[in-house]
């Protein structure tokens, strides 16, 4: 059968991640979560103290970062790899989100995220999911989604899942960080956060993920079967 390129955009907490891994799972397809990349970059620069406004600081420690995804098989999850070292947990932490959209807003940074992202799409078979997936990454891309859903729900679920790894955390600190982050990933010089002309917009605040799966799968298989 056909394999195509699915992506997924949309501002955070959106339930992208969400349904881009149901529906890489229903259809076989490899889920990419590329939001995981530009975390992984940042706990990088974070750890090395690097001065992501300084370019050839910022090429130099590019240089030296690998990333890969790597399936696990006990939770059916991708799981990100930096340096061989699994940094899932780290990268959904409170100091990574607050410095995250300003590391991804750096040009060096996404042409590298950008072109690794592209390799990845290479055989086709993927689900990818972030902000620029659609409009900048695979213009071409058979099948795109462009996810919405009101502000105050994405607040809750941001809130419920970082409630895990931070219990001191309050639904302010959230807001605040979401709000923050839609702004630059909105407003950054390079590619920024757009809903691609031949997206779908789908509403999720009031849809289950089965609800979302119906449309989504109709949809893909649709485009499978041209
Ligand atoms: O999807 P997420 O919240 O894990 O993404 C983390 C940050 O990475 C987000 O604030 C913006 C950035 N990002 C991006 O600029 N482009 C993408 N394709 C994916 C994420």
């Given at each position: 059968m056909k394999k195509i390129i699915i992506t997924i955009d949309g501002y955070s907490s959106c339930g992208k991640s969400t349904l881009a891994k149901a529906l890489a799972a229903q259809l076989n397809y490899v889920f990419i979560d590329s939001g995981a990349m530009y975390r992984a970059i940042t706990l990088y620069f974070l750890r090395n103290h690097i001065d992501w406004n300084n370019p050839s600081e910022v090429k130099n420690a590019i240089e030296n970062i690998t990333l890969e995804f790597s399936y696990n098989k006990e939770n059916g999850s991708c799981e990100m790899f930096l340096n061989d070292e699994n940094v899932e947990w780290l990268i959904r932490d409170m100091l990574v989100a607050e410095n995250v959209s300003e590391v991804a807003a750096v040009k060096e940074v996404r042409e590298f995220a950008i072109a690794e992202q592209r390799k990845m799409g290479k055989g086709k078979g993927i689900v990818m999911d972030g902000r620029d997936i659609g409009s900048t990454v695979f213009p071409k891309a058979e099948f795109k989604i462009f996810l919405i859903a009101d502000p105050a729900i994405r607040v809750e679920r941001r809130f419920r899942e970082m409630l895990e790894k931070n219990p001191n955390?309050?639904?302010?600190?959230?807001?605040?960080?979401?709000?923050?982050?839609?702004?630059?990933?909105?407003?950054?010089?390079?590619?920024?956060?757009?809903?691609?002309?031949?997206?779908?917009?789908?509403?999720?605040?009031?849809?289950t993920i089965e609800d979302q799966m119906k449309i989504a799968l109709k949809l893909a298989k649709g485009k499978i079967q041209d």
């Open positions: 955390i309050t639904i302010d600190e959230v807001k605040a960080n979401l709000e923050m982050r839609d702004y630059i990933d909105s407003n950054r010089e390079f590619s920024p956060l757009r809903k691609a002309k031949d997206a779908v917009e789908l509403d999720n605040s009031n849809l």
